[in-house]
């Protein structure tokens, strides 16, 4: 049972809609990721976020909005979304202060229609 | 520039032979690191971790780091048509003051039954 649990499982959005993804984790992180994988392509990182400060953004367009309220929670805010912009959408965490490994969750799988 | 290049694949293995995976890393300094299995419309799984030079064992699985040549590779003895996935190497780097981990674009393994 992962430790990072995402929400919605699916999702399916038309492109002025103004959707939510959530992504929270118990165990004590305090890194946490989002990425964004399409079909038949690798991993690309989005966001990374350590002790709730946003350290990297990968030059995501802004139609994608990430927010972190403290260590345990990470959600990015979708809006005006294109079709291209469906994918499996990955939150991970990692602790920060050691190099140690990421813990994915579940994905949340976003069409946009 | 940090890159984590591993081959693509696939890879074709009949079931019961060894599966080797091989992974490649820029950064000298780098310290920490990962093997994920993936399948098809799923989360990535952390499957092995390494951080000394030489082999370790779990199972099946034996990953094997040489940090002079700048490798990591990933054995899978007795190979069963489940092994069949997407094999994510990774590894910690450190960039702007931070460790960060970088994923390859994975080696897509086949088992032929």
């Known amino acids: 049972e992962t430790g990072v649990t995402q929400t919605p499982r699916h999702l399916v959005m038309g492109m002025t809609n103004k959707k939510s993804l959530k992504c929270e984790q118990h165990?004590?992180?305090?890194?946490m990721y989002w990425y964004k994988q399409s079909a038949k392509k690798p991993l690309e990182l989005m966001f990374v976020?350590?002790?709730?400060?946003?350290?990297e953004n990968n030059s995501v367009p802004s139609r994608f909005s990430p927010e972190c309220p403290n260590s345990s929670h990470l959600f990015l805010h979708l809006h005006t979304l294109q079709p291209e912009d469906s994918a499996l959408y990955l939150c991970a965490s990692s602790q920060s202060s050691d190099a140690t490994e990421a813990f994915f969750g579940q994905g949340t799988r976003l069409t946009v229609v | 520039q940090k890159e984590v290049e591993q081959n693509s694949g696939p890879l074709s293995v009949p079931e019961g032979a060894i599966a080797s995976l091989n992974c490649t890393y820029s950064?000298?300094?780098?310290?920490?690191f990962f093997w994920y299995r993936q399948y098809s419309g799923k989360s990535p799984e952390l499957i092995m971790s390494i951080y000394s030079n030489g082999d370790k064992e779990d199972g099946r699985f034996t990953a094997q780091l040489n940090k002079a040549s700048q490798y990591v590779s990933l054995l899978i003895r007795d190979s069963q048509p489940s092994d069949s996935a997407t094999y994510l190497c990774?590894?910690?780097?450190?960039?702007?003051?931070?460790?960060?981990?970088?994923f390859g674009k994975g080696t897509r393994l086949h088992i032929l039954p």
């Open positions: 950064d000298r300094v780098s310290q920490s």
């Open positions: 165990l004590g992180h305090n890194a």
């Open positions: 976020y350590n002790f709730k400060e946003q350290t």
């Open positions: 990774a590894v910690i780097v450190w960039a702007n003051r931070d460790d960060k981990i970088i």
